[in-house]
């Protein structure tokens, strides 16, 4: 009698939990109902910029008065914000690794006056489960994020001043984050160039390579690696 009770109670519980999440499922599409809703690359806001395999770089701008389409995220992203519609927020870092196990669909608005932008580095791969995996040569900060996806460290640098040869084990992306001159230096020489908040450098995996403050004033930069 007792296993039969358990048995209408689990079956009571399943239909009940069945039944809210076709509520939730029905709500996320009534309220994008008649709207074209597309995946995070497709987004036309979501500028992708470079592409590595599974790893796209996308530079995010919403004009003042703008709003996305409804887009779906379906892999770990890490966020550098350059500034919202108020001004510069000048390169606070957050991301989200839920979005591997649980999509999710929204659409974004800029209220302004001024420019909402991101540079955003999306990972579709696997991961990497060893937090000491594949640990970054020659830079002196610890991560401020870091997880099997992402790590990302911030560095400043006095006028004048520049890093050590720095090695990273997978592709990563130096963005500027304050005004200044910036110059990305590969061994060989090759330089790129950053003279604004917001422009970037790719750096291929195990590329070394220096970072030089060629300006006049102390600058931050935010360098994203996308672990694989």
């Given at each position: 009698m007792r296993n039969r009770s358990n048995v209408m109670l689990l079956t009571l519980f399943v239909i009940f939990f069945a039944s809210i ?60 914000f350059i500034s919202n519609g108020e001004g510069p927020l000048f390169g606070r870092v957050s991301g989200n690794i839920d979005y591997i ?58 006028a004048g001043a520049e890093t050590a040869i720095q090695t990273l084990a997978n592709p990563n992306v130096v963005v500027q984050v304050s ?50």
């Open positions: 999440n076709s509520t939730v499922i029905s709500a996320q599409e009534n309220e994008f109902s008649g709207k074209r809703v597309v995946p995070i690359l497709q987004e036309p806001r979501h500028r992708t910029v470079h592409v590595d395999g599974d790893i796209y770089l996308l530079d995010v701008q919403i004009n003042s008065g703008d709003m996305t389409l409804p887009h779906t995220h379906n892999a770990a992203i890490l966020y550098t196990e649980e999509n999710f669909t929204h659409e974004v608005t800029n209220e302004g006056p001024g420019l909402f932008r991101i540079i955003a580095l999306t990972n579709y791969g696997a991961g990497v489960p060893s937090a000491a995996a594949g640990k970054a040569r020659g830079l002196t900060v610890e991560p401020d994020v870091e997880n099997p996806w992402f790590r990302s460290y911030r560095i400043r640098l006095e005004e200044g001159k910036v110059h990305v230096t590969r061994s060989d020489g090759i330089t790129k160039e950053l003279l604004a908040m917001g422009e970037w450098a790719w750096r291929e995996a195990a590329s070394p390579y220096k970072i030089i403050n060629r300006g006049s004033q102390a600058v931050e930069l935010v360098i994203n690696e996308a672990r694989r």
